[in-house]
């Protein structure tokens, strides 16, 4: 069932954005053509018309045929192929996206907000068929373009600049990345602290990854003077600490993570663990664990706490702990370690299959949502795969993978 145009609008913002310019582009070549009318078919007001209600429906296949007879037709409607050009790459057809916007560049009669558009889509296109380097050059040709307006230049630099970094993310090439975020700064006062600190920490795992433990931390000092609140920045450098034997060190690091964004904390844990075992120090992490669950209430604080207590003082502690954390702040987490802590009756059969069902369905559960798109996984991506926004996936509230430590 069609829909009416003010509905169409009201739940398709973007759809409405992208027809704008087709509007105005018939609206004038109607216009323009009015007087002498040289194809009835390539003229009739009702195919744009036609054109732009199956894009409301959501029928591409048509518009797309009603849009490249007309685009074929009168070859001086520059707007309306950009639109074609951009329609085609959205359905995955990036060669003849590709053709469309290489022959637009390819004219004499171009201005220059036409020119930046074309090299821009072309960039997209480029981009989308996953030819990085040509799709660089394209971005790259777009940021030197010489334009009269300054108001135009500035403004396409900062797209090209955005379109370069995500090339440079794509290609894992992080100087790139880093000197463009840099540029970008320079040249509009946008500011990317996060996504400037992250590709720091890039390039500190990758020296991490081949033993450059001192190369490492000079990039890990950069994310932190980029970005102060990197708490990715801070378990490297814990890391790094931890494998040059320096644990007091490293707890400096793991507990600035706290300071920063205590959600965070749950990828500190095993670290915290591990460096107070070594430092001979289980009392004041038992300590600080209270505190944390105190302050913050993630069950995942509580499920660590009640297994250390058990493995460092005595399951009874640990079952009075977790019993009370049960009746206060109940979750599926919390009652599975309260199963695991309580003595089970004599000939009991139920709590084995409880614990093994238990265990089944958090592995097939994911642990980390991104809070931007929902994307959910079992393992912590820095970058959302789906999004492709930095440091927004965190641990779900109540399900958790980790499992008891041995
Ligand atoms: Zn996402």
Request: one cysteine or more; a negative charge.
């Amino acid at each position: 069932m069609p829909l009416g145009l003010a509905d169409s609008l009201a739940v398709l913002p973007g759809l409405f954005w992208l027809l704008l310019p087709i509007a105005a582009a018939s609206g004038w070549w109607l216009a323009r053509h009015a007087s002498h009318q040289p194809d009835r078919e390539h003229t009739d007001p009702s195919n744009y018309v036609k054109g732009l209600n199956y894009l409301l429906d959501d029928q591409t296949d048509q518009a797309l045929e009603v849009l490249t007879r007309l685009t074929d037709a009168h070859r001086e409607t520059i707007d309306s192929q950009l639109i074609l050009g951009n329609l085609l790459r959205r359905r995955g057809e990036t060669d003849r996206a590709i053709y469309v916007h290489h022959s637009l560049l390819n004219r004499a009669n171009l201005n220059d907000a036409q020119r930046q558009r074309a090299l821009l889509e072309l960039g997209e296109d480029y981009t989308a068929a996953g030819l990085l380097d040509r799709a660089e050059e394209l971005f790259q040709r777009l940021l030197d373009l010489p334009v009269q307006q300054d108001y135009q230049r500035v403004e396409y630099q900062a797209l090209a600049l955005h379109k370069l970094i995500r090339v440079y993310e794509q290609g894992k090439e992080w100087p790139q990345a880093l000197a463009h975020c840099d540029r970008l700064e320079q040249t509009t006062g946008q500011i990317r602290r996060t996504e400037a600190a992250q590709y720091c920490c890039e390039l500190a795992q990758q020296a991490y990854r081949h033993q450059q433990l001192d190369t490492a931390m000079q990039h890990l000092n950069r994310a932190v003077q980029r970005n102060t609140a990197c708490t990715r920045a801070y378990l490297l450098q814990a890391q790094v600490a931890i494998d040059q034997s320096a644990d007091h060190t490293a707890l400096t690091y793991l507990y600035a993570v706290e300071h920063h964004n205590p959600l965070r904390l749950y990828e500190a844990l095993d670290a915290l663990t591990a460096c107070h075992e070594r430092t001979a120090t289980p009392q004041v992490f038992i300590d600080w664990l209270y505190g944390a669950y105190e302050r913050y209430g993630f069950s995942w604080l509580a499920v660590h706490l009640a297994r250390y207590l058990a493995a460092q003082q005595d399951t009874t502690t640990a079952l009075d702990f977790i019993t009370q954390v049960l009746d206060t702040q109940p979750s599926f987490v919390v009652l599975r370690t309260w199963l695991e802590l309580r003595e089970p009756p004599v000939n009991d059969d139920i709590t084995p299959r409880l614990l093994r069902v238990s265990q089944q369905l958090l592995d097939a559960t994911a642990c980390y949502q991104c809070n931007q798109c929902g994307f959910t996984s079992k393992v912590l991506h820095w970058q959302c795969p789906s999004c492709t926004r930095w440091e927004t996936l965190y641990p779900l509230p109540d399900l958790t993978c980790r499992t008891p430590q041995s």
